[in-house]
Structures are given as C-alpha cells and as structure tokens.
C-alpha cells in the first residue's frame, strides 16, 4: 500500500504530521568537533536544528542516534585556496584544496555507530545552512556542505596505509586500509581510516527514510584525476549490519552514493542530479543492493576532475587511481544486485566498467543514454573488459554477470544506441566481441519504461515522469536467483508497475512533482473474491469470500442467483420429483425432475357421459364410447318402428315408481 503523501509544508517542515514543532521554532545547536572529542554517545531530537560547524565525528565506541524529523544542517567552508603541483609523470599534476575550516560534515569513526532511522511522515533531514527546507533550492545547488561518511572496520582490497610494499596478505586477506575520501581529521588521531577487516561483522548504522541534499566537499584530485571528494554518503569499510533503506541523495558536487569495501547492504535508495555519479562502487563491496533508482541531468553532470566522464553508476574493482591497489584484488568488489533503474536525458553511458569489478547484476533498466548502456574500459590487463569477459576468451575473468537488462536511448539516439561498447587499446581485435557477451546474457534493446523523460528549468523540476515498467512478469524464473537477502520479483527495475514509486510521499523530489505518473486503483485483485476490483494493480488485503459464497449450480435445488464464489453446498435430493403437469405423479414441489413420470396408470375415458366414463383417469386416452343417438321418437323396444309394441311396454311398468 502506498504511504500517504505529505503536504511541502509538512514535508519541509517537519511539523504537527510528525509530533516536531516547525524548524522555524526550532532553536539551534552548533555543533563542533570538541577539539578532537567529537559529539560522545548522544541524541538528536527533532526540537532542535543541528548545525555542524565543522567536520564532526562521532568517535570510536560512541553512539549517536539521530531520532525522526530531525534537521541537520552543514556550514560552508572558510579560508579555501587551491594548490596545483606538476607530476613527475606524464599524467599531469596534483591538485589539493585547504581550508581554515572545513565544510560542516558528520564522519562515523571505525568502531562508532549511527542509528538515524527516520518514518515515512517525519523523515530525517541533511542539508546546508541557508536552507530554508521549503522546498525552494532547486536542484542545481551542490557542494554546499561536507555529507555523511561512515567508516567502518571491514575489509578492502587496498594496501596498507604505512607503505605500498606491504601488501594486504601481510595481515591476511582483505586487511588493508584507507582514509576516506575528502575528510582531514585535524585532530591526528586518523578517526577517518577505515578498512583493516578488523570489525567485519560490525554495523557501522542504520539508516532509513534519510534525505541528504546539496552537499559534497572537494579537495583537489590526484595525478591521475582520481578527486578527494567527499559524497552526500559515503560507506567506507562498513561491516554486515549497515543498512540503508528509503534514502534520498540529491544534488551533490561529486557522487550521490560511494562504497567502499565491506558488506553493507543497500535497499530503496533514489541519487538524483548529482555532478559526478549517482552510484560509484569499488575496494572490495561484498553486499547487496535492491530497488535503487539514479537520475542524471546532463546539464547539472559537470565533474570537478575533468575530463573524466559522469555515469548513473560507476563500477570498480579497486581504487585504482588511488596507485595503491593490490593486484591480487581480494576479496573482490562483487556484490549481489538486481532492480536497477538508470536514467539520464542523454549521457554518453549508464554504467562504466573499470579495474576488474565482479558480481551478479541482474534484471535492470537502463533509459537516455546516447551511445551505450555499459561501457567497459580495457587499458589494462585487470581492467572491466576481462572481468566481463568469460574466462577462457581473451584473458578474460568471467567473474562479472551483467544479466538480463533492458536499455533504451534517447528518442534521437535510439537507432544507434548498443547494450555495451568498448573503451580501450583494441578496439578491432576483441572490441567488437563486448555487444555478443552481453547479448548471450539476455541484455537487449528494448523501451519497458513508462514516461522517462523530465525537463528541468533554472534547478525546478518542470516535468516529471513515471519510472515504472509497463508491466510486470517480464523477469523469468532464470533470473531470479538473486542470492541471499534479495527478493525474487517478476518484474525490471527498481519499482513495481502499478504500484505507487516508493519515493513518493516521504522524499523531497515526491513533493517537487517527480512523479507525473497516476498509480493505479488499490483494492481487491483475485477476479473470484466478492469484491474483485478490476482496475486494481496493487492489493490492499481487503477481499472478502464468503458474503458472495452460495450454491452456483443452476440444476441444484438450492441455487442461489445472486451467488458468484461456490461454496460446495449444492444438493439434489430434497427437491427432486415428476415436474410435468401431464403426468399421473406430478408433484407440484418438485423443482428437479427424477425421470420418475408416470403417464399410464391414470389413463382412461375422463367423459362423464360416456358409455365407458372413469372417475379415476386423469389423462383421457381417447377410449370412451357414447350411445348412438336415435331419431325415432317413442321407439321404445329398439327396433326403429313406433307399434302396439312399444305400448305395450310401456303400460307393463306403467305406474312403477323409479329409483
């Protein structure tokens, strides 16, 4: 059933729908580092805004929960210069960034834990300060503030931190470490390192019905334009146990969404109209995913470390870039994924395919694009053409299943557009082999989404869409081995056709008109119940089956018309008998004739005047006879003559009284 819409006033607000007085009334608390203290285990309530003065951590063996319809809020950076230093390479240079004081940002420390699981009538709130949460920043604004980054203690495939000749077996599989991605902890205590494999069992929180907006902080990118940004939400080695359910990310100067390492698991989560990647993913990701919906503008895609390209999802094995890769690339970034919808108004490539990714991405969609819906990248031997590849044919690992995807390109682009292409060093000798790999994997060209054009004007949202399937039961039984924790669903992509879009009434871009689409009737869908609703798409549980029930036999002796459910009570014997009105044996109770009718038994002359009249027939059988009739008149004796005869027998009973 579809969750109930919420006004923009009480959307942005927060106010009397969810129990929290209205942010305006809110007084505020500022909340800093505490000189490397960091905010201890504590609260946050909904009577308050919380701005984050700086980057805030929540350090190691501290939890902080964060409760519904509470507002956070991020400062903007102090003091930013830029610095660009020349490499001793040919790649280019080494850009950083510094500041006085940083943008506001909340980073969980390894070992800390986040609970901010917010209701679909009082979502959490994360944008900057200066937002009034009104709904008037339009979706052009990004990179006003730090985001949300949670370390965690779980493994990932890069090197150790104190040196690249000491690779990640030194320590065993997977115990490698990192820092995260565009945070300084200016207190030296590293509360930014993550990875190690050390707490791979350990939920770094839990995160449902969460918007994050407008944030991202960047500082600077390395010589192989690999940026040190941070993201509206990074996962960073978190452990089993991290959630993610109902998340909305919009608007960030980097990714919406970035994991790194670890077995978090992600469900239902929307990244929209960021400058980089809805979703980037490498250094190990062990999880699962399900039900995630990215949203490109090409006008907003503008990344900060050009001239690199912007995709719905970025697919790694290993952070590369960051030259610290360990090349035996365990454990493997090979989650479990299905239900994937990825939309642009014209981007190059829905997916790019790089440093030897892995894992099982099933039943997903892909809309908008202009030459490809996955391209994958070969410059090198553990790059994302051989982990596509099957193992066995040109060095390939066969270690990545793209499986099952439908993929459209523009209304313009749509002759041209293929399921995959091919970026890298051999085009002609094994380039050409990509678009058969994918299409022995059932991926094809094909249109199932309703309306998945949008149109956006100076950051609003002028028109919205409908990113569902035309319908369901496209997805057989043979992709639907979705691994543990997924749910098998008959159908492509992240919604469910008919069905309400699972954004809709708790997110930011549900109240600014995203989606155009009409969801259909809710009500009773099995065609036997008594209230059946045709035009219903989605049950709501309320079929009824037994005010319709009765006996639907015509022929039974308790048929009841108006019954449409049968319910076994049908019976012959207490209405059987000779039904003809004709018969010696009709019974006039009798509404089921038993072959019993008897027309013999009653048969005779039925005549009163008859010679041979039977008060007993009831059916005359056409025997009765009458006396001839005379016309001789005193021919009392019968022999046709009127003598002295007749007188004579007339005067010899003469006076005799008659009985």
């Known amino acids: 059933m579809g969750v109930q819409l919420l006004t923009a006033q009480e959307l942005f607000s927060n106010g009397a729908s969810c129990g929290c007085p209205e942010v305006s009334l809110r007084d505020t608390i500022w909340v800093s580092d505490n000189l490397g203290a960091g905010v201890g285990t504590n609260t946050w309530s909904c009577e308050h ?60 420390s390894r070992g800390a834990f986040l609970v901010a699981e917010g209701t679909p009538d009082c979502p959490i709130q994360f944008s900057f300060l200066g937002d009034p949460l009104d709904g008037s920043v339009g979706v052009d604004v990004q990179g006003k503030w730090g985001g949300l980054v949670l370390c965690g203690g779980g493994a990932i495939n890069t090197l150790y931190l104190q040196g690249i000749d000491q690779p990640s077996q030194t320590g065993g599989v997977g115990t490698g470490e990192d820092r995260a991605e565009g945070v300084v902890d200016l207190s030296g205590q590293n509360r930014h390192v993550y990875g190690g494999n050390t707490l791979p069992l350990s939920s770094s929180g839990r995160l449902k019905y969460l918007s994050l907006r407008h944030g991202s902080t960047n500082l600077g990118w390395n010589n192989v334009l690999n940026g040190n940004e941070t993201d509206l939400l990074q996962l960073a080695g978190c452990g089993e146990g991290t959630t993610l359910d109902y998340i909305e990310l919009i608007a960030s100067a980097d990714d919406g969404l970035h994991i790194l390492g670890g077995t978090p698991d992600v469900r239902h989560v929307v990244s929209a109209f960021h400058a980089e990647d809805a979703f980037e993913s490498d250094q190990g990701w062990q999880g699962t995913g399900q039900w995630l919906f990215g949203l490109q503008d090409t006008a907003l895609a503008h990344p900060t470390n050009p001239p690199n390209d912007t995709f719905l999802w970025l697919m790694h094995g290993d952070d590369f870039e960051e030259n610290n890769v360990d090349f035996t690339y365990e454990p493997y970034t090979s989650p479990w994924m299905s239900n994937l919808t990825l939309l642009s108004n014209g981007g190059a490539h829905a997916v790019g395919v790089q440093s030897l990714p892995a894992g099982d991405w099933l039943n997903s969609v892909v809309h908008g694009v202009s030459e490809s819906g996955i391209e994958c990248r070969h410059m090198y031997s553990c790059d994302g053409f051989p982990a596509i590849t099957p193992a066995g044919m040109s060095g390939g690992y066969g270690i990545l299943r ?60 002028h028109d919205g869409l409908d990113p569902r399937p035309f319908s369901g039961l496209t997805v057989s039984s043979h992709y639907q081995d979705l691994g543990e ?4 669903v008959t159908y492509h992509g992240a919604f469910q056709p008919g069905s309400e879009p699972w954004f809709e009434g708790w997110s930011a871009l549900s109240d600014w008109g995203l989606f155009v689409g009409q969801s259909e009737e809710i009500g009773c869908t099995y065609a036997y119940a008594c209230n059946y609703n045709p035009q219903a798409m989605e049950d709501d549980g309320s079929c009824d089956f037994t005010s319709c029930a009765g006996c639907t036999s015509p022929w039974a002796c308790n048929y009841q018309f108006d019954a449409i459910l049968d319910d076994g009570s049908c019976e012959r014997e207490s209405c059987v ?74 005067l010899s009973v003469y006076g005799e009284a008659c009985e």
């Open 49 to 108: 805004v919380y701005v984050l003065t700086e980057q805030v951590f929540v350090n190691s063996s501290d939890t902080l929960t964060i409760e519904p319809g509470t507002v956070v809020l991020g400062m903007s950076g102090e003091g930013r210069q830029s610095f660009f230093v020349p490499s001793n390479n040919a790649v280019g240079g080494i850009a950083s960034v510094n500041y006085e004081v940083y943008p506001g940002a909340l980073i969980v």
């Open 402 to 461: 793209i499986m099952n995807w439908r993929i459209q390109g523009t209304a313009e682009s749509a002759q041209d557009v293929t399921p995959g292409s091919y970026r890298g060093l051999y085009p002609n000798a094994i380039g050409l082999a990509l678009p058969g790999i994918l299409a022995d994997s059932n991926n094809v060209i094909e249109s199932i989404v309703l309306d998945p054009t949008f149109a956006i004007a100076d950051g609003v949202i």
């Open 485 to 488: 924790g997924l749910e098998e």
């Open 577 to 650: 008998g000779c039904t003809s009105l004709l018969a010696c044996n009709y019974d006039a109770e009798a509404t089921q004739d038993d072959g019993t009718c008897s027309f013999e038994a009653c048969m005779g002359c039925t005549y009163s005047d008859a010679v041979n009249y039977d008060a007993a027939a009831s059916i005359d059988d056409g025997s009765c006879t009458f006396p001839a009739p005379t016309t001789c008149t005193g021919d009392l004796n019968g022999d046709d003559m009127v003598s002295t005869l007749d007188l004579l027998d007339f």
